[in-house]
Structure formats: C-alpha cells, structure tokens
C-alpha cells in the first residue's frame, strides 16, 4: 500500500475554508453565510480542530526526546553528626581520663550538571515516525468533519425551504377546502347536496387542518436545526429560484464518479492512512529489540564546612551508555503480533470504506440522475391535476361529479405541489451528497448552490417573542492551553 501523501492538499483546503470562514459576513442570510457562521460556531468542528492541534503537538513530543537533553540539580543540607565511639585510647578530656568521641554540625552543598543526546534509538525514530502518520490521518479526519458539516448545513437550510415549501402546499389546500366547505353547506341549505356531503367537506378540512399543523411545526423544527450547528437565530433565509438547473451530475459517467471518489474521498483515504498509522506502531513494537546508544557529559561538585576537612570534590565524566534488551519476558513479540494483527485490522478496514465509498457513489449517482426526470415529472403532474380539478369542478356544478370528486382532486393538485417541491430539494441534496462523498464538496460547492438562491423568495419564521430573549448559541471564546 503507498504512503498517503494527500494530507498536504487537505491542509490547503483546511487554509482555504479557514480563511473564507473569517471574511466578512454577508448581508444577507444566504446560505454561504450560514455556511461561515457554522464554521466559526460548530462546537463539533471546534472540537476536530482542538484534536488536529493536539496529534500535532504529540509529534514535537516525539521529536524532543532525540534532541539534547539537559539537567541541572543541586542540593544544600545540615547534617550533625555524633560519634560515641573512639579509638579505644583513654585521653585525658577536662582533667580526667576515658575515651574521646566526637559531636559535628556542618553544611553540605551539592552540584550536578548532565547532558545527553540520543546517538541511536530505533524506538523513538518509529515513535516519531508514527506521530507524523497520525497527523496525517487526522487532517484527513478534519477534512472529513469539515465536509460533512457543510453537507448539514445546506440539509439543514434546505429543509427549511423544502418545510416552507410544504407548508405554503397545505396552507393554500386548507383555504381551498374550506371554500369548499362553505359552498357545500350552502347548498345543503339550499338542498341542492344531501348532509353526507357535507360531513365529507368536513372530514377533508379537518385533515388538511392537520396537515397544515404537521407542516408548520416542521417549519419551527428545521429553524432549531439550523440553529444548532451555527450557534446564530436567524429570522430569514433566501429561498430557491424556480429556474434552478436541474441537469445530470457532471461529469457524466457513474465510474468517472467512482475514481473521482477513490482519489479524492477523505474517508478512503483516512482509512489508508490508517494502515500507515498502523505500520508505524508495528515499527514501533520490532524497535523493542533494537539497542540504544546515548552520548553523555557529567559534572558534580560537593563542599561541605565539616570540621577537620578543606575544599571541595567535583568530578566530570564523558562518555557512551548502551543497552540491549535481553530478554523482556515475552513483551516485545506479544507487542509485534498485536501490532500486526491492528495492522492486518486496518487493511481490512480500508478495503471495507473502499467497497462502502464505491456502492454509494454508484447509488448517489443513480438517484441525482433519476432525480432530474423526476422534478420534470412533478411538475407536469401539477399541470396535469390542475386540469384534473377543473374539469371534476365542472362536472360537479352540472352534476356529473359529486363533491368527493373534487375534494380528491384538490388533494391531488396540492399533493403534486408538495411532491414537486419534495422533489426539487432532493436533487439538490443529492447532488452535494454525491460531491461530498466523492470528495470534492468545498466552499466552491456551496457557493456554486448559493447562486440558485433569491433574496426576493425569503423564507421567514415569525418565533414567539419569549424566545428571541435567549441568547444565542455560541461556542464563546476559543479555550487556552494552560502555560
């Protein structure tokens, strides 16, 4: 397997993202200012990123144990020492005759100085070694993180328009049945119905009532989502232009999507930068074999003011430690067969996110080409039951239709509207879908999609006054390391 060399390019585009997201915001809330606000509020992202600088700062970990290391110490004691015993010759102490001990009280001071520096060390070069191939993979897991939020924040924008769109469906089918309602009850009045259908004007009403609840908490609902991932409430929204583009992915072969996705799909290639990881750390675990050789430079000095004794000791030393291990009980080939079996994990695991990538870009592929017939579809479904409509509310004034007839046939219409809408949107988040699991979804994407939005098609939610009280939900400043 290659050694993953596309971290560097995930870096570019990590810069790139980074720099985008710190520009001005936009007048207005449009969906690449969302996108900016999610990538500076994201507690999630917020989160990768700290982890990303954490991998990174083990790596300068790494590097210092094979540079100089250098250690100072020093020490000051009392000492007091008493000494019953002599030698056994009687003195003469103070006038009289017995054996002389001694009684002491002094003070020591201690100096050392020692330099070493790493001549040969196998186990650290392969634990060096093994912090360069985990930042890799966590800058593809960033890169990953950083994708997978843009694909939630045009979910969560457009959910908010495909909800709206919906709503605006039910609402005008409401309106509708209760005109309905109101002619059947007059004619009822007039007894020109019978009451059966009247209750069945109701019963439609009651349910498009209903519908329209539904839809409207959906509205409120898909806002909050939004409002999660960037920390910031926003009133308005642009909504999408009727004249958006829908055309087949391009380019538009399914396997020309596949080998984009093998060269440029960040979870493939973390999974293959998992495998280096995972070679690494069995260099690691042979390096437990390995001798060590380390050069080395001593220096000590010790005075003291004992009685009876003058000047001082130092001492310096030069020279090269080495170490073999002999024998470790059996640890070090039990660390190379675990390490070769995560490695043998590993490669599976690539092979796993190799198949998974293939079989949904071939599906995301299929479903955004199947998408463009089906949004031409559903809008000639709404042109066909309009015409449906008026025909059935011709034929119910003359007596050919009764009024369950109509109440169908409004349904109908404003169940291809929404179905039309439903449409719509699923093409356009198929389409980001495809790209991201393709690997090539960016600020260049969303800003592409950001075009087909319209200031003039707002999308508003009038939230109850209590809530615009509360703050917002930002992530605050960015923690500090301790010193």
């Known amino acids: 397997m ?20 710190a520009a001005g915001p936009a007048p207005a809330a449009d969906l690449w200012t969302v996108a900016r606000d999610a990538l500076d509020n994201d507690a999630g992202l917020a989160s990768a990123r700290s982890g990303f600088s954490a991998v990174e700062a083990g790596r300068d970990i790494q590097l210092g144990t094979l540079l100089p290391q250098i250690s100072a110490g020093s020490s000051l004691t009392h000492d007091r020492t008493y000494e019953s015993q002599g030698n056994g010759v009687p003195q003469d102490v103070g006038g009289e005759f ?3 001990g001694s009684d002491d009280d002094y003070n020591s001071l201690g100096l050392s100085l020692e ?17 360069e191939r985990q930042i890799d993979r966590e800058a593809l897991s960033l890169a990953a993180a950083e994708q997978q939020l843009l694909l939630d924040v045009a979910d969560a924008y457009f959910e908010i328009l495909r909800a709206h769109d919906i709503l605006s469906a039910r609402r005008s089918q409401e309106v509708a049945i209760s005109r309905q309602l109101e002619q059947a009850r007059e004619r009822f009045e007039v007894g020109l119905i019978a009451i059966t259908e009247v209750h069945e004007a109701q019963a439609s009403f009651d349910l498009a009532r209903a519908q329209r609840i539904a839809a409207e908490s959906a509205m409120q609902v898909s806002f909050e989502a939004l409002e999660r991932l960037t920390g910031q409430r926003y009133q308005s929204i642009d909504g999408l232009a009727a004249d958006v583009p829908i055309e087949p992915p391009q380019p538009l072969g399914r396997d020309d999507w596949v080998a984009l996705a093998m060269d440029n799909s960040p979870m493939l290639q973390m999974a293959e930068a998992g495998i280096e990881v995972a070679r690494s750390e069995l260099e690691v675990s042979r390096a437990g074999r390995m001798p060590r050789l380390e050069a080395f430079a001593a220096y000590n000095y010790a005075d003291s003011d004992r009685s009876g004794v003058t000047g001082y000791n130092s001492s310096s030393q030069l020279g090269l430690r080495a170490s073999v291990p002999l024998y470790t009980g059996g640890t070090t080939q039990a660390q190379i067969r675990q390490s070769g079996f995560s490695l043998e ?6 092979e796993a996110q190799r ?8 599906s995301l592929f299929t479903q955004v080409s199947n998408d463009v017939e089906t949004v031409e579809a559903r809008a000639q479904a709404i042109v066909s039951n309009q015409s449906a409509l008026e025909a059935t509310r011709s034929g119910y004034e003359v007596g050919t239709r009764n009024i369950v007839d109509v109440l169908n046939a ?3 219409l404003f169940n291809a509207v929404a179905d039309h809408a439903e449409a719509r949107y699923d093409y356009v988040l198929g389409l980001l879908r495809l790209q991201q699991q393709a690997g090539l979804l960016d600020a260049e994407s ?20 209590e809530a615009n009280d509360d703050p917002v939900m930002n992530i605050g400043e960015r923690p500090r390391a301790p010193d």
Do not use: C, K
């Open 410 to 412: 409004e349904r109908n």
């Open 115 to 131: 330099a070493s520096q790493t001549v040969f060390d196998a186990g650290r070069r392969a634990q060096l070694e093994r912090a």
């Open 446 to 465: 969303i800003q592409a999609v950001n075009a087909w939005l319209r200031s003039e098609q707002a999308v508003s939610l009038d939230l109850p006054d």
């Open 345 to 350: 994990a590993s490669q599976y695991d690539f």
């Open 355 to 362: 198949r998974t990538t293939i079989q949904q870009v071939r």
């Open 2 to 21: 290659s050694r993953v060399t596309s971290p560097r390019l995930a870096r570019r585009g990590l810069v790139l993202l980074l720099a985008l997201a």
């Open 98 to 100: 017995g054996v002389q």
